[in-house]
């Protein structure tokens, strides 16, 4: 690939001989996309971008001759305009739109060769479906980061600019196949519909721990609709409030959909709170709420083609009968306007359960087709469930199984996404339940830990203006509003506000988990109890989050890696903990690691500006000091504090109660609470 980084207008290294398309037109939302995009990166908060609708990319592709994968255009409502340098075939797949090469109407799904010095237009898509794709004759050659083209356009890397494209772009063209086929044949193109129905998997957290069996049955009985505020990091959806199998979500946050934080699937359905999202390509990694069920990844094409106001009806099948990703033909199922089922797999999506020793249980969780949740013990938060987590992480990294694809940890939990056409599911539990007996005792756990300095805003201009936002457009009369650092203290049961400071700017965080919202960010925990603020997460989650605020949500800390959507409590803001210079090739691009200490120092908005401004430029690097994270240690000392810890909780409790009980009063909770 060429390790050219293409700017605006700027001419790349293959573009003396011009072959290379300019952009006239950029079109609503056209990314560059490769498939299957960013793997590998999900632990440290990178998503796999790439296409929405792997589908119509990849088809498109195998018509043209090219390697199924290569890197194409994606198009969201309404297309570019492109002039080709010489000329060259394309095969424009996905959504019905209106194509032209030159005025002249072409056809969707078939190969048609674009003279030298002629435009290809794609117009407005008139449904039903919401994306096209332009595939190209030997792709698109473009740098890749982190190994892979795919624009992420939120982490502003990919695609060659890290953004959508724009008028005057140049995109340089890859060689061309040999053989290039007439199209794609009728019997492989999806279907696309305004009323779909989605193969789903139970779990990974369904009934009746988490819901109830009526919520069960409502959500696998509904027909949803698409909300109008959905994208590439999720498609929002419209339907019935869940009544909840319980009243809360203990350390985790007042809200019942909130838990410990975890890592999640691209397909699965998240109730952040009581709004489900269908989370994207571009969706976080990890995350504090419940997922109920998830897309299988051969139905996941079907979320790039969901439009608002469409309707979606989930369909449970059983996991090892589930279509593979793999197939591009009849196989895959996608000219079904139906999914055909006769049930899933009636386990709540619960695979399996062990016990790690005799105080410590092992729950095996279901998560889509291709992935598994490990979980260790009771949901409450202890660092030596952490330490397992660990143990285990480092093990499977260490034998390196082929079949196994991501291993992402969260703060009791590893998540495992796995090839089922390289490794079995069976196969898989086998592997884990041998490494169970292999792993060192969590309380040996020693591990470096730097501690890393850095600078905290207090309750930052920018905070407050996503606070503003959120009023204005999504909810006015939440109880955090319109103040977080308030509603903290009040949920703890401090007596003013200078107590949270004062709390926050003790406290030694250590980092459990990386890519809590994206790129590096941290989902952190004071190592001292008496100074874990606990508070619950915004419902429904704010739509916009400065990049680097700093929030609190259940017992944990969130640096946010960049702009986006969110729902931690703010407390501030900070420095950049994505290094955006790295070409991530030589260094990585993330500040933090796993079992890292962050201690804050207090600085001025104006200050703050500067500091970032100065990073941003290549300098400004933080101060850190080499340690390590004993785990017994860490034990001793809540055995010889146990009486003043037991005496912050209690008090603690009683202030989450009380705001509970005026949750209940207001309306905020369900019946059921």
């Given at each position: 690939?060429?390790?050219?980084?293409?700017?605006?207008?700027?001419?790349?290294?293959?573009?003396?001989?011009?072959?290379?398309?300019?952009?006239?037109?950029?079109?609503?939302?056209?990314?560059?996309?490769?498939?299957?995009?960013?793997?590998?990166?999900?632990?440290?908060?990178?998503?796999?971008?790439?296409?929405?609708?792997?589908?119509?990319?990849?088809?498109?592709?195998?018509?043209?001759?090219?390697?199924?994968?290569?890197?194409?255009?994606?198009?969201?409502?309404?297309?570019?305009?492109?002039?080709?340098?010489?000329?060259?075939?394309?095969?424009?797949?996905?959504?019905?739109?209106?194509?032209?090469?030159?005025?002249?109407?072409?056809?969707?799904?078939?190969?048609?060769?674009?003279?030298?010095?002629?435009?290809?237009?794609?117009?407005?898509?008139?449904?039903?479906?919401?994306?096209?794709?332009?595939?190209?004759?030997?792709?698109?050659?473009?740098?890749?980061?982190?190994?892979?083209?795919?624009?992420?356009?939120?982490?502003?890397?990919?695609?060659?600019?890290?953004?959508?494209?724009?008028?005057?772009?140049?995109?340089?063209?890859?060689?061309?196949?040999?053989?290039?086929?007439?199209?794609?044949?009728?019997?492989?193109?999806?279907?696309?519909?305004?009323?779909?129905?989605?193969?789903?998997?139970?779990?990974?957290?369904?009934?009746?721990?988490?819901?109830?069996?009526?919520?069960?049955?409502?959500?696998?009985?509904?027909?949803?609709?698409?909300?109008?505020?959905?994208?590439?990091?999720?498609?929002?959806?419209?339907?019935?409030?869940?009544?909840?199998?319980?009243?809360?979500?203990?350390?985790?946050?007042?809200?019942?959909?909130?838990?410990?934080?975890?890592?999640?699937?691209?397909?699965?359905?998240?109730?952040?709170?009581?709004?489900?999202?269908?989370?994207?390509?571009?969706?976080?990694?990890?995350?504090?709420?419940?997922?109920?069920?998830?897309?299988?990844?051969?139905?996941?094409?079907?979320?790039?083609?969901?439009?608002?106001?469409?309707?979606?009806?989930?369909?449970?099948?059983?996991?090892?009968?589930?279509?593979?990703?793999?197939?591009?033909?009849?196989?895959?199922?996608?000219?079904?306007?139906?999914?055909?089922?006769?049930?899933?797999?009636?386990?709540?999506?619960?695979?399996?359960?062990?016990?790690?020793?005799?105080?410590?249980?092992?729950?095996?969780?279901?998560?889509?087709?291709?992935?598994?949740?490990?979980?260790?013990?009771?949901?409450?938060?202890?660092?030596?469930?952490?330490?397992?987590?660990?143990?285990?992480?480092?093990?499977?990294?260490?034998?390196?199984?082929?079949?196994?694809?991501?291993?992402?940890?969260?703060?009791?939990?590893?998540?495992?996404?796995?090839?089922?056409?390289?490794?079995?599911?069976?196969?898989?539990?086998?592997?884990?339940?041998?490494?169970?007996?292999?792993?060192?005792?969590?309380?040996?756990?020693?591990?470096?830990?730097?501690?890393?300095?850095?600078?905290?805003?207090?309750?930052?201009?920018?905070?407050?203006?996503?606070?503003?936002?959120?009023?204005?457009?999504?909810?006015?009369?939440?109880?955090?509003?319109?103040?977080?650092?308030?509603?903290?203290?009040?949920?703890?049961?401090?007596?003013?506000?200078?107590?949270?400071?004062?709390?926050?700017?003790?406290?030694?965080?250590?980092?459990?988990?990386?890519?809590?919202?994206?790129?590096?960010?941290?989902?952190?925990?004071?190592?001292?109890?008496?100074?874990?603020?606990?508070?619950?997460?915004?419902?429904?989650?704010?739509?916009?989050?400065?990049?680097?605020?700093?929030?609190?949500?259940g017992a944990y800390l969130c640096i946010y890696g960049m702009e986006g959507p969110g729902g931690y409590q703010f407390v501030g803001r900070t420095t950049q903990v994505w290094n955006h210079r790295s070409s991530g090739r030589d260094e990585n691009p993330w500040l933090l690691r796993y079992f890292d200490r962050i201690r804050w120092y207090p600085v001025g908005a104006e200050e703050l500006l500067d500091m970032r401004a100065d990073i941003a430029r290549g300098g400004g690097e933080p101060r850190i000091e080499e340690g390590e994270?004993?785990?017994?240690?860490?034990?001793?000392?809540?055995?010889?504090?146990?009486?003043?810890?037991?005496?912050?909780?209690?008090?603690?409790?009683?202030?989450?109660?009380?705001?509970?009980?005026?949750?209940?009063?207001?309306?905020?909770?369900?019946?059921?609470?």
């Amino acid at each position: 690939m060429s390790t050219v980084q293409l700017e605006k207008g700027v001419v790349g290294a293959t573009d003396i001989d011009g072959s290379a398309i300019e952009v006239l037109r950029p079109g609503m939302l056209t990314t560059v996309q490769d498939w299957p995009g960013r793997v590998g990166y999900w632990n440290v908060g990178v998503p796999p971008s790439g296409p929405m609708d792997d589908l119509s990319l990849r088809l498109g592709n195998r018509a043209l001759g090219n390697d199924e994968g290569a890197a194409g255009l994606e198009c969201t409502l309404a297309g570019p305009a492109l002039r080709f340098g010489v000329a060259t075939s394309v095969c424009v797949t996905g959504a019905p739109a209106t194509v032209t090469v030159d005025g002249r109407p072409v056809r969707q799904w078939r190969t048609v060769v674009v003279p030298a010095g002629a435009v290809l237009d794609i117009g407005a898509i008139h449904g039903p479906g919401m994306r096209t794709y332009v595939l190209i004759a030997g792709g698109l050659n473009l740098p890749e980061y982190l190994g892979s083209t795919a624009t992420f356009t939120l982490g502003r890397f990919g695609g060659g600019t890290g953004a959508a494209l724009r008028s005057g772009d140049r995109l340089p063209l890859g060689a061309p196949p040999r053989r290039i086929g007439s199209g794609v044949p009728m019997a492989d193109q999806p279907v696309l519909s305004h009323r779909w129905e989605l193969a789903v998997t139970e779990g990974p957290h369904g009934a009746p721990e988490f819901f109830t069996r009526e919520d069960m049955n409502t959500l696998l009985g509904t027909d949803y609709e698409v909300h109008f505020n959905s994208d590439r990091t999720g498609v929002r959806l419209i339907g019935p409030k869940p009544r909840w199998a319980r009243t809360d979500g203990g350390e985790a946050g007042l809200h019942p959909s909130n838990i410990h934080d975890t890592a999640y699937s691209v397909g699965a359905l998240d109730f952040t709170g009581d709004t489900p999202i269908l989370l994207g390509p571009d969706g976080p990694s990890l995350g504090g709420f419940v997922c109920p069920v998830t897309v299988v990844a051969a139905e996941r094409w079907k979320l790039g083609q969901l439009c608002p106001g469409d309707t979606v009806r989930f369909v449970p099948v059983r996991a090892d009968r589930a279509a593979s990703i793999r197939a591009l033909g009849p196989a895959r199922r996608a000219d079904w306007p139906i999914v055909l089922s006769d049930g899933g797999d009636g386990d709540d999506g619960i695979i399996a359960r062990a016990e790690a020793d005799d105080t410590t249980s092992i729950t095996y969780r279901r998560a889509g087709d291709d992935g598994i949740l490990v979980e260790y013990g009771d949901m409450t938060l202890d660092l030596g469930l952490r330490a397992r987590v660990h143990a285990l992480h480092h093990h499977l990294l260490e034998h390196a199984e082929p079949g196994i694809t991501e291993l992402t940890p969260g703060i009791r939990s590893l998540q495992i996404r796995f090839d089922p056409q390289r490794l079995s599911r069976p196969k898989l539990l086998q592997l884990l339940s041998e490494a169970e007996s292999a792993v060192p005792a969590a309380t040996e756990l020693v591990v470096p830990s730097r501690t890393v300095h850095l600078p905290l805003s207090w309750d930052d201009p920018a905070t407050r203006e996503a606070i503003t936002r959120y009023m204005h457009g999504v909810r006015a009369d939440a109880p955090w509003c319109p103040w977080n650092i308030e509603f903290i203290r009040r949920m703890n049961g401090l007596s003013t506000v200078a107590d949270v400071f004062d709390t926050v700017f003790a406290a030694e965080y250590l980092v459990l988990g990386l890519g809590d919202v994206y790129l590096g960010a941290p989902v952190a925990t004071p190592t001292d109890p008496r100074h874990r603020l606990v508070t619950t997460k915004y419902n429904p989650a704010r739509t916009w989050t400065p990049e680097n605020a700093v929030g609190i949500g259940g017992a944990y800390l969130c640096i946010y890696g960049m702009e986006g959507p969110g729902g931690y409590q703010f407390v501030g803001r900070t420095t950049q903990v994505w290094n955006h210079r790295s070409s991530g090739r030589d260094e990585n691009p993330w500040l933090l690691r796993y079992f890292d200490r962050i201690r804050w120092y207090p600085v001025g908005a104006e200050e703050l500006l500067d500091m970032r401004a100065d990073i941003a430029r290549g300098g400004g690097e933080p101060r850190i000091e080499e340690g390590e994270f004993r785990l017994a240690d860490h034990r001793e000392f809540l055995a010889a504090n146990s009486e003043s810890i037991a005496g912050f909780r209690a008090r603690q409790a009683e202030a989450f109660a009380t705001e509970r009980n005026s949750w209940r009063a207001a309306g905020e909770l369900s019946e059921r609470d």
